[in-house]
């Protein structure tokens, strides 16, 4: 799902293919961790995100990253921030939130391994409150880059 408007505005860092779709859905916000690319001028690696909020009465919270060194996709959740990840020789689960609090948008995170040695991880999220004031939160897949 790439949004619900009738404009878009979006950074293509990788091949892509879209396909317009016209199914009665009901709109909820979402967040995709599109890329990780090395950066060859700083050996980090550039993990690329897009939040949509779409939905009516839905509110952004917050968003961002959550990211560290060998850990596994179960260590990427919020609850898990500032902790140890459960991977062999894993990182703290790290959290970098994003400034912008525009609904729509696209966002990055850079992170690199000093040692050059082991596996890059970060998922995106977003919380966001409803139409209720609950509020709730949504993760993107995992990506992953190893040195």
Do not use: W
């Not at 995170?109 to 919380?127: C, E, K, N």
């Not at 139409?131 to 939160?137: E, K």
């Amino acid at each position: 799902m790439l949004g619900y408007g009738s404009r878009y505005s979006f950074y293509a860092v990788a091949d892509l293919a879209l396909e317009k779709r016209t199914d009665d859905l009901t709109p909820v916000p979402s967040v995709s961790l599109l890329s990780a690319q090395l950066q060859s001028d700083t050996e980090r690696v550039m993990f690329a995100a897009t939040r949509s909020m779409a939905g009516e009465g839905n509110r952004l919270v917050t968003s961002g990253f959550l990211y560290g060194k060998n850990l596994a996709d179960d260590d990427l959740v919020l609850e898990m921030a500032g902790k140890p990840g459960t991977g062999t020789d894993a990182g703290t689960v790290r959290c970098a939130q994003n400034r912008s609090t525009e609904p729509e948008g696209q966002f990055v995170l850079y992170y690199g391994i000093s040692s050059h040695v082991g596996t890059a991880a970060a998922r995106a999220y977003l919380t966001y409150a409803d139409a209720d004031g609950a509020l709730h939160t949504v993760y993107s897949a995992v990506l992953r880059y190893t040195y």
